[in-house]
């Protein structure tokens, strides 16, 4: 896992001749860029410290034309190199870079005072004011100006040191969580195809993995890995410099802008929420102006809409809705640029809050405004608990809150752990399946069910209680099947249900009836045994059908088809018959009729009961009775 440090600073600066002289490796690549002698492209080169870790350099264009090449180079470095020529001092693009990286957070960093070879030490010693001017405010302001020459090496084995020291002190990036990276450079190999390249921003990548590029969704499998210079690696690391060779993408999959990761973890948005700093020495942002938007290495044009419903103005912060012309990929708590259509120049940026989200209505806004204050200043306790009082059934998958939020998994598991020792939330599943649903609601669905139970047991004591495949046609249409399954869980673990083959009754409940519900059973089944082997047709006169079904299920009465019922008595009577007449010699139906003395289709009825109940066995048209013990 390594360090990245981008430079920045005005066109001929000489930041790739630093580069060159700190590596000894040229990061301008291009004809054209040898041709004109200034940097049009990112370029990537390479220093390894005393104890073997790799710094890894982006070096940036200058020009004023390739400003948005600069954002996608900078948008995943650890730490900056400014550099500034002693001949020249503080130049626009050297302001405007050093507001990209405040903008972007990229507060660590090192001034390299370039040039001093050419100019006497008057001129130096302006050249760093400036610098310090420049500086001061910011919280840069403390970075170390150390003066070089890249053509007489002075200052250089100093620079050299003051960058391994600072890669050093670094907090590397956590390899924890899903992997994720923005492409900032994709190229093509004779025989090996196309190669897509960025920074990883979290996780870990591993050969032989399947990983999806989005915005156009497809998903590969790496085939090679390489790693900062290494050539050949197994696994790339979040902070790493990692270059893809994908199985089957074509350079039209993929472009800078792009995003590579974990298969179903990146989302491509049109719109989101942030809360946005404008430039105090650029211009105000107006309701629906058309801008810039950068964020990670992709540019697209947006329409910016200040929720408050005014301009955001020169210098202050607010939040700002941002509509997108084209899809993005990113997520909470990434940092953005945007810059005017025309003049193109950095006007403002700040943290993405919330993405996908609607556009801004004026009645909605108070509620809106709110929500985005919990998201920028609330803790994640308590963003996790409005999630669930917002979401559909009030729960949430531990996954989708930590993608949709950005906020780290170990992060979110001590917020969710807090919740849950205040008794406010409950945890379902672990992993990526786990959910967190609020305990209220999970008390209110356990009221229902045990509602739902007490009702059956009250308006059909015969019954043995109510079907589980019941169930949720006594609960809301929309309520999840796991949160069923949760609060059945629960309540059993609690003693105050019990489920008996099929159904669910309170635990109180007798098994058998007693009492009133005995004499009516009692009644019902006399009744039914009068009339003999042909049995009793539906629906039973004077009698309820659900009294009826509950005997059914009690397994009192037995259905000799979908319209005629007899009781299990009855069923053993009909064997016994069957005995007498036949003892161990096979029969047939017909036989059995006679023995009987009912018609076909009665015979036939309580034939196929026995064979289903395995009292009789059947060998092509005969049957043979089956003796037990």
């Not at 001092?89 to 370039?114: F, Y």
């Not at 139906?589 to 009912?598: I, K, P, Q, S």
Request: net charge neutral.
């Amino acid at each position: 896992m390594g360090v990245i440090i981008g430079t920045a600073g005005h066109i001929d600066h000489g930041k790739s001749s630093l580069m060159l002289a700190l590596t000894g490796v040229d990061p301008d690549r291009l004809k054209e860029e040898k041709a004109r002698g200034i940097t049009i492209e990112l370029g990537y080169v390479f220093l390894e410290t005393v104890d073997g870790e790799s710094v890894s350099f982006i070096d940036v264009p200058g020009h004023e034309k390739f400003v948005k090449t600069m954002v996608a180079g900078v948008s995943t470095v650890d730490s900056f190199l400014l550099v500034v020529s002693a001949d020249e001092g503080v130049m626009p693009q050297t302001v405007e870079h050093l507001d990209i990286l405040r903008l972007l957070e990229v507060n660590n960093g090192i001034v390299a005072l370039s040039k001093c070879d050419l100019v006497d030490d008057d001129l130096i010693e302006l050249a760093e004011e400036e610098v310090r001017e420049a500086l001061l405010g910011t919280p840069a302001e403390s970075s170390p100006i150390m003066r070089v020459s890249a053509k007489t090496g002075f200052g250089m084995k100093e620079l050299k040191k003051a960058i391994i020291d600072m890669a050093v002190s670094i907090e590397r990036k956590s390899s924890d969580g899903r992997f994720r990276m923005p492409v900032d450079r994709i190229f093509t190999l004779k025989g090996f195809g196309t190669i897509v390249c960025g920074t990883g921003l979290s996780g870990k990548v591993n050969l032989g993995d399947s990983v999806e590029i989005r915005p156009v969704g497809k998903t590969f499998r790496v085939r090679e890995l390489g790693v900062n210079e290494q050539r050949k690696a197994l696994s790339g690391e979040a902070g790493d410099r990692i270059a893809l060779n994908l199985t089957g993408v074509h350079k039209e999959d993929v472009h800078r802008g792009s995003v590579v990761g974990e298969v179903g973890f990146l989302k491509t948005l049109n719109s989101l929420d942030t809360i946005c700093t404008m430039l105090q020495r650029s211009f105000d942002l107006m309701i629906r102006q058309r801008i810039r938007f950068h964020v990670g290495t992709a540019e697209v044009m947006a329409r910016a809409i200040p929720v408050e419903g005014k301009p955001l103005l020169r210098g202050e912060t607010g939040y700002v809705h941002f509509q997108l012309e084209h899809p993005v990929v990113a997520m909470p708590g990434d940092r953005f640029v945007i810059r005017r259509y025309s003049p193109v120049v950095t006007i403002g940026g700040g943290i993405i809050l919330d993405t996908g989200t609607q556009k801004v209505r004026s009645r909605f806004r108070e509620a809106r405004l709110s929500h985005l204050d919990l998201l920028s200043h609330g803790d994640l306790e308590d963003l996790l608990f409005e999630t669930m009082e917002d979401a559909p059934g009030y729960f949430i998958e531990a996954a989708d809150f930590t993608r949709k939020t950005g906020s780290e998994p170990v992060d979110f598991e001590k917020a969710a752990q807090s919740l849950i020792e205040q008794d406010r939330v409950l945890s379902a599943g672990e992993g990526k399946t786990g959910r967190l649903i609020l305990k209220v609601a999970v008390e209110a669905l356990e009221r229902k069910i045990l509602g739902s139970i007490r009702m059956v047991h009250r308006n059909i004591p015969l019954s043995i209680g109510l079907p589980s495949s019941h169930l949720a046609r006594k609960l809301p249409p929309d309520t999840p099947v796991w949160t069923v399954r949760f609060c059945l869980t629960r309540l059993q673990e609690e003693k105050k249900i019990l489920k008996r083959g099929d159904f669910l009754c309170l635990s109180d409940f007798p098994s058998q009836p007693s009492g009133d519900a005995l004499k009516l059973s009692e009644h019902i089944l006399s009744d039914v045994r009068k009339a003999g082997i042909k049995g009793v047709r539906l629906p039973f006169p004077g009698r309820r059908k659900e009294d009826i079904e509950a005997l059914l299920q009690r397994n009192l009465l037995v259905y000799l088809s979908g319209e005629l019922i007899s009781t299990e008595d009855t069923l053993e009577k009909v064997r016994q018959m069957a005995s007498k007449a036949f003892d161990d010699r096979p029969f047939r139906l017909g036989e059995l009729r006679e023995a009987l003395g009912v018609s076909r289709k009665i015979t036939l009825m309580w034939a196929e009961i026995m064979d289903n109940r395995g009292f009789t066995r059947r060998d092509g048209e005969n049957r043979f009775l089956v003796r037990y013990g």
